[in-house]
């Protein structure tokens, strides 16, 4: 059984800095795709940061620049290190993983990002 357990989440000020971790368990999952997602209420869940098969890393626009997405395959975790936050970044993140066809979420984690 394909768990993922996000941690993290939080308030933060704007300007702030929050680190989201995704742990996984059940599987072996060093060259799958993992990424996060955010919905943001009202809006469609979009994808923020991930790791496409190759090892490369993509990023929304909007975060270029300030989100870095890293791995850690020994510990079967995703971590979302998110610097220069705005208001706009306000949502819930979801860890993401897909493994022989099928997705699997984590709960989600809310961040809150004050003016």
């Known amino acids: 059984q394909v768990q993922l357990v996000e941690s993290g989440g939080g308030l933060v000020q704007a300007g702030g800095s929050l680190r989201l971790s995704c742990a996984a368990s059940g599987g072996i999952f060093s060259f799958t795709v993992m990424d996060w997602y955010r919905q943001a209420p009202g809006k469609q869940r979009e994808l923020v940061a991930g790791?496409?098969?190759?090892?490369?890393?993509d990023y929304v626009d909007s975060v270029k620049g300030r989100f870095t997405i890293s791995r850690d395959n020994a510990k079967n975790t995703v971590y979302l290190q998110m610097n220069s936050l705005k208001p706009e970044d306000t949502a819930v993140y979801f860890c993401?993983?897909?493994?022989?066809?099928?997705?699997?979420w984590g709960q989600g984690t809310q961040v809150t990002v004050s003016s």
């Open positions: 790791f496409t098969r190759g090892g490369s890393k």
């Open positions: 993401h993983l897909a493994w022989f066809g099928v997705d699997y």
